[in-house]
T-cell receptor, first 112, second 115 residues
């Protein structure tokens, strides 16, 4: 295991639902990331937090709302999603300056 | 700006044969280069990285990669493939001269090792 956990592992939701994805890292890192992985597309960076401050928002629609209450936890709040949002959502962490990212197992999201 | 290309969507190789997964990059300064592997239903796992020094980098599970500055390439190699090496492989690059520490990932290459 990489030291990064994600829950739930699978999520099915309707377009009118509200749900949240959770990520926790046990590595003492100070940077955390959300990525979206869709089939046959490059990994898409969504958000970056460094020392709990959001440093990147890669033009992500407002129906995705991140929250980083401390350096170990990262949430992705979801509301009124679209079917094209169905994907694997990956969380990662790194120690600023060392570059190597450690990924969680991902949450497989299906939007009906 | 930084970018990375993985020209092959899929690579097929017989078990016991050598394998190569290709990666080329573009940066304005010097590159940090990475390889990650993703097994089914798992997140990405770090394999190896090049920052500076010896052009041949050795990583986990017997993999290695060669940095070639003139060809702007960082191909992943293994002398003898195993069926268990079948997975999705991602190359990533970060421009050392850039202001961000966030790497750019390629589209991924699916490696299939046949028994």
């Amino acid at each position: 295991e990489t030291g990064v956990t994600q829950t739930p592992r699978h999520l099915v939701m309707g377009m009118t639902n509200k749900k949240s994805l959770k990520c926790e890292q046990h590595l003492g890192h100070n940077a955390m990331y959300w990525y979206k992985q869709s089939a046959k597309k490059p990994l898409e960076l969504m958000f970056v937090y460094n020392f709990k401050e959001q440093t990147e928002n890669n033009s992500v629609p407002s129906r995705f709302s991140p929250e980083c209450p401390n350096s170990s936890h990262l949430f992705l709040h979801l509301h009124t999603l679209q079917p094209e949002d169905s994907a694997l959502y990956l969380c990662a962490s790194s120690q600023d300056g060392t570059d190597t990212q450690y990924f969680g197992p991902g949450t497989r999201l299906t939007v009906l | 700006a930084q970018s990375v290309a993985q020209p092959e969507d899929q690579v097929n190789v017989a078990e016991g044969n050598p394998l190569t997964v290709k990666c080329t990059y573009s940066v304005s300064g010097n590159p940090y280069l990475f390889w990650y592997v993703q097994y089914p239903n798992r997140g990405l796992q770090f394999l190896l990285k090049y920052i500076t020094g010896d052009n041949l980098v050795k990583g986990s599970y017997g993999f290695e990669a060669e940095f070639n500055k003139s060809q702007t390439s960082f191909h992943l190699k293994k002398p003898s493939a195993l069926v268990s090496d079948s997975a999705l492989y991602f190359c990533a690059v970060r421009d050392m001269g850039g202001g961000s520490y966030i790497p750019t990932f390629g589209r991924g290459t699916s490696l299939i090792v046949h028994p």
